[in-house]
Each structure stands twice: as C-alpha cells, then as structure tokens.
C-alpha cells in the first residue's frame, strides 16, 4: 500500500501534517470510523496498516482467525436462539453441529469472498494481483472490526436481532473500506458488498431450503392423496 500524504513533500517548506489523525488519540479515531468518515479510514488503511512497516502476513493470519472465530459464534447464538442446540452431547449432535458451523462458516465467506472479487474485478475493471488480493482481504476483516460487539453478547442477553444489525454495519463498514482502498463510487462498493453478503446469506440457508422444498413435496403428496380419498 504505502504511505499516503503523511507530512508535507517539500522537507525544506512547511513540513505540514497532512494526516490529521498521526497528533490525535485514539478515541478519536475510533469515533470517526464508527460514523464512516472516509479520511478515518485512509489513515487505518493506507498509515497504520501498511505492508512496509508492519508485519502483514502475521496480521492477515491473525485477523483471519479472529474473523472467523467471531462468524463461528455468530452461527451458534443464531442457531441458540432457534432452539437447535439441544442440550445432548451425543456425538450425532457434535458432528452435526460442527458440520453446520463449517457450512456456514467456511463455505458461506468462501463464496462472500469468490463474489466479492468476481464484482471488483469483472464488473469493475479494478486489476486483482496477489499483493491486491491481500490488501483487499486484509481490508475486509479489519472493517469488519464491528463484529467485536459479538462478545458483548456473552456477558448480557441481547435480542438475536442485534446480530443482524451487526451485520448491517459490517457490510456499510466494508463498503467505505471499500471505496477507500479502490476508485469506485459509492454506489458500486455498497453494490458489490451487498451482493457478496446475499449470496454468503443463499448458500449458508441451502439445507434450510432444501428441507422447505422437501415439506412443500410432502404437502403436496398429502393434498394430493386427500383430494383422491375425497373423490372414491
């Protein structure tokens, strides 16, 4: 990435802060990125998280299993609140559980991801190389920071609505993210994050989809087998 307008390009001149957020405190930081002000998330992006100065594959790792931890738990207070984590430990249950979990974990931001970068670089020309690739990925789960307000919901109950209200700031997160890091408009970052959300969201509900499909067959055979009793 490399820096981007630290201080004045002139040394001799007046050698003026252009990044305004290096002489302020953290809060400060952490307030504007909260309201999505696109100069707070060119400083995180571009100067703090910076591949010259940092050790960017150890964060990307990091990041990556912090992310998924949080999407693991999201899973299972969604799943808790539906009533489908019984209280047997039955090795069924486990393996059943854990198979959901990695449908839903793996499988659904495999294929958020898959059409995320399909987006950005098909519909929007934006050149995708391997240090690009890690930009991007990197941008993602930080700008998913919101996801930490997951843990809140250990220590207090919260309605699982909130999970969904969550997600809804992740994916505006994502989209600023998003606009900062590449030359798109708004209009097409907050596109392309809503239809890598909605297809992560289709391919996670499959066996839920199924299962309806299936009742809807049932449902049918039954009317099916009334109407002809009925008419005998």
């Known amino acids: ?19 305004e957020y290096i002489e302020c405190e953290i809060m400060i930081l952490v307030i504007d990125l909260i309201l999505h002000k696109l100069k707070a998330y060119r400083h995180l992006l571009h100067n703090v998280i910076n591949q010259e ?3 960017f594959q150890g964060l990307l790792w990091k990041s990556a299993v912090i992310f998924l931890l949080f999407e693991a738990y999201r899973f299972l207070i969604l799943e808790g609140s539906k009533g489908k984590l019984g209280s047997s430990t039955s090795f069924s249950s486990l393996l059943s ?12 931001n495999f ?8 987006m950005v670089k098909t519909f929007f020309h934006v050149p995708i ?7 991007l990925l990197l941008m993602l789960m930080i700008s998913s920071y919101f996801k930490i307000f ?3 919901m250990m220590v207090w109950e919260f309605p699982s609505s909130v999970i969904f209200i969550i997600e809804l700031f992740c994916l505006s997160s994502n989209a600023v993210a998003l606009k900062v890091m590449t030359e798109l408009t708004m209009s097409q970052c907050v596109w392309t994050c809503v239809s ?3 297809i992560k969201f ?3 509900r499959i066996p839920e989809l199924i299962l309806l499909g299936q009742l809807m067959h049932d449902w049918s055979q039954m009317q099916c087998s009334f109407i002809k009793a009925s008419m005998t």
């Open 97 to 108: 559980i854990c198979w959901k979990v990695l449908m839903d974990v793996i499988f659904g």
């Open 202 to 204: 289709c391919v996670t």
């Open 196 to 198: 890598a959300y909605a």
């Open 129 to 135: 190389t391997l240090s690009r690739c890690n930009d």
């Open 53 to 55: 100065t940092i050790k």
């Open 111 to 118: 294929m958020f991801l898959l059409t995320f970068f399909f």
């Open 150 to 152: 997951l843990v809140a």
């Open 1 to 19: 990435m490399g820096y981007r307008c630290i201080q004045c390009g002139f040394p001799e001149s007046c050698k003026a802060v252009a990044d």
